[in-house]
Nanobody, 127 residues
Framework: QLQLVESGGGLVQPGGSLRLSCVAS????????VAWFRQAAGKEREGVSC????????NSADSVKGRFTISRDAAKTTVYLEMNGLKPEDTAVYYC????????????????????WGQGTQVTVSS
């Protein structure tokens, strides 16, 4: 059974950095896309960044481009989100999500397209 477990969240000061990890277990294919979404209190869930196992294609939201970097370790079926230059508005619960790919090689930041989700990890940016 597929499971996603996030870790790495915490409290950080503005301008600081964190690295989130998403470990996938029970994955039966090497064709998949993993995305990070976040949801701040009282706001809708929004896509942050995603990466495809096929070609390593990735996408990121404009709000995090230049600050966040997504990467993956195929051997460990782990996806990382390196977050630098954190701002208070980055405060949210961060979720990783996974979808299997058939013929597509790209990933998209559309929550409805991901049937598998982790439990989330809290990121708080505050002085």
């Amino acid at each position: 059974q597929l499971q996603l477990v996030e870790s790495g969240g915490g409290l950080v000061q503005p301008g600081g950095s964190l690295r989130l990890s998403c470990v996938a277990s029970g994955l039966s294919t090497d064709r998949y896309a993993v995305a990070w979404f976040r949801q701040a209190a009282g706001k809708e869930r929004e896509g942050v960044s995603c990466i495809s196992s096929r070609g390593g294609n990735s996408n990121s939201a404009d709000s995090v481009k230049g600050r966040f970097t997504i990467s993956r370790d195929a051997a460990k079926t782990t996806v990382y989100l390196e977050m630098n230059g954190l701002k208070p508005e980055d405060t949210a619960v961060y979720y990783c999500a996974l979808r299997r790919l058939l013929f597509d090689t790209n990933c998209y930041l559309i929550a409805q397209g991901y049937p598998n989700w982790g439990q989330g990890t809290q990121v708080t940016v505050s002085s």
